[in-house]
């Protein structure tokens, strides 16, 4: 059975790694035998808003919905299309429109990566951020008013349903239950956000009945981000509103070093829709066209969309490959982020050897 | 000119860390004649609560507004009160209705402190957070529709003002305009919080016009949270929302080792009311009534009331006075958590002489 995958290179350096995406993903491919049809498309980028003044094409949810999963690189282009627009005129779209209501992101200290924290080797630290992806603080719902004057007086609301929240608590649940450790850690500020924050707490206690096995703490988002830095190895499964899981998943990469390598999943777990695989890192303006952008994350969002497509071997395949690859350290191989002299196809080509 | 001091320990180590707090501001008025006259209250605290149904009596603003500073310690038992309904009901009733709209933290390496990250020493890390401190996320507006029902949805707004915006930002383009480097960082989100993110930057924007010698950057809260672990070395002055803040106020001393002994100021620049003057750390239930409480939180808080009462020198000296008992590192003085043997009275009171 052919799975479709739809290709969006995106902004900047998302054209320079999602060539080396495609290659491992094809090496794995004949290697285990698995029949995957790419189609490339042009649109969610910042040059197609260029020529046609929005993000997308119009039909673009008909010429997306079908396919198995998508493989995206990164968007924005800051410089010519504001971020606000760039962004709510494609990923968060797909985020959105394809219900794509799980983001889970791996924090992971990998072989030959250095961490920012002192004495922390590979093995230490091993998370899962899960992140609410469709509603709550990234909402489209509020307005001004008294615009352009002293009183001007801005108001964005967050809103958060119990069918949005507990569909991401289950699947946070569901993953800590399947883990070796079983433990779950709640972000919340039920402190100080005191509507939203205390009902999320509240759900989190009712879910936690159905999960006796599954041991459950909390902290505030403030002292959970010095948490992260001080004591990284108490986490398991981290589950998070859309805002809080977006910090605690750039900050849980950024402690294991990893942020330019760390993948990104934003699953429909139903399989209703097409769910999406990313790079965390974005566009990168400032390296993109140097062909030095390290293509690990962008690799390691596609072993995620395998196994979410049912090929969990093959993607364990790719990611021993770049732990060794990352293990042998061949500075002629290695991108400059991790102190090599080579390029983003001298490690792309690596990896895909390897595998 | 006797100023007058309002003296509030609140929950939990509170209580210890307090008399240390006194002892250090005792020595220090002794030594430079400064005339300060403490008034102990009881309330705003849990135990209060118990008693009288309600964190502070119904005259609290009265009792309250004409002191020249409160110094107070922590706040909080959630085995007894739930956290909002402390915190609502005290510390950030002061906050709004002392229009304490600044809230200060520095982060910095201290001598004999241990940082979680690899390769920092003194000097290397030297930033202040200047936080909003009474509008933007902590809001009370909002609520919940089809309550208790699979449809339920819980909303809760978010609301900046372009008073309560711009005034923060003058107070941090001030600061950073005062420092050696005068470099100003913006916390944002405007690519996901779409509306009122986006406008916070535009405010950025048109107050930097007015500072022209200020350089300043904005990095989304996300990636800014890593940048914090990944170079805090680039930082100066950080501004930020009253969320945001408060998550980099306590990730940044994380970063330093110092979220046991960071201080915090709740300041009412103009006067109009009393600043508050408090610790960063909270009540910390896990180790109430032991006395290994570190009380340099206390202590630090102290020496900032001191300041923006205007005795910058003696401020210094309880500074200079608590970083050389952390350079002596005598383990009978130091407590547990910075690896001593000593209670919170030895290391109080070693600090209160070195004054
Ligand atoms: C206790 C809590 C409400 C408070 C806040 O979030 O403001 C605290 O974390 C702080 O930073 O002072
Ligand atoms: C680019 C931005 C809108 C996005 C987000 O905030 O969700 C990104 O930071 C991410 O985490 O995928």
Chains 1, 2 share one sequence.
């Not at 159905?210 to 909390?218: H, W």
């Not at 950024?254 to 999406?276: Q, R």
């Amino acid at each position: 059975m052919t799975q479709r995958i739809a290709v969006i290179p995106g902004d900047g350096i998302g054209n320079e790694v999602m060539p080396e995406g495609l290659r491992a993903l094809e090496a794995v491919a004949k290697r285990f035998d698995i029949d995957l049809a790419f189609e490339h498309f042009d649109f969610a980028c910042c040059d197609y808003y260029a020529k046609h003044g929005k993000m997308m094409p119009d039909d673009w949810f008909e010429q997306l919905k079908d396919f198995d999963a998508i493989f995206y690189g990164a968007v924005g282009w800051p410089d010519t299309v504001p971020d606000h627009i760039s962004l709510w005129g494609s990923l968060l779209q797909f985020r959105r429109q394809f219900d794509q209501y799980i983001n889970l992101r791996p924090c992971k200290l990998l072989p030959g990566i250095k961490s920012p924290l002192a004495d922390r080797k590979p093995g230490d630290i091993d998370f899962y951020v899960v992140r609410e992806n469709t509603e709550g603080e990234y909402s489209s719902v509020g307005g001004k008013m008294f615009e352009g004057t002293k009183r001007e007086v801005v108001i964005q609301e967050t809103v958060m349903t119990r069918h949005g929240t507990d569909r991401v608590l289950k699947f946070a649940f569901d993953l800590a239950q399947s883990r070796p450790r079983k433990k779950l850690t709640s972000a919340t500020k039920s402190n100080g956000i005191a509507i939203t924050m205390p009902w999320w707490d509240e759900r989190v206690a009712a879910m936690s009945g159905n999960y006796p096995e599954v041991s459950v703490d909390k902290f505030h988002i403030d002292i959970l981000t010095a948490n992260f830095v001080m004591h990284p190895d108490w986490f398991d499964v981290v589950v998070a509103s859309n805002l809080f899981g977006d910090i605690l998943s750039d900050l849980g990469p950024a402690c294991t070093g990893t942020i330019g390598v760390a993948p990104s999943a934003n699953i429909n777990p139903e399989g209703t829709f097409p769910s999406l695989f990313e790079p965390v890192h974005g566009s990168a303006p400032d390296i993109a066209g140097k062909g030095i952008a390290n293509p690990i994350g962008q690799i390691w969002s596609g072993a995620m969309m395998l196994e979410h497509l049912g090929h969990k071997e093959a993607a364990d395949a790719i990611v021993a490959a770049f732990e060794a690859v990352l293990t042998e350290a061949d500075p002629a191989v290695l991108t400059p982020d991790i102190r090599g002299q080579g390029t983003t196809q001298t490690l792309g080509q690596a990896i895909a050897e390897r595998v």
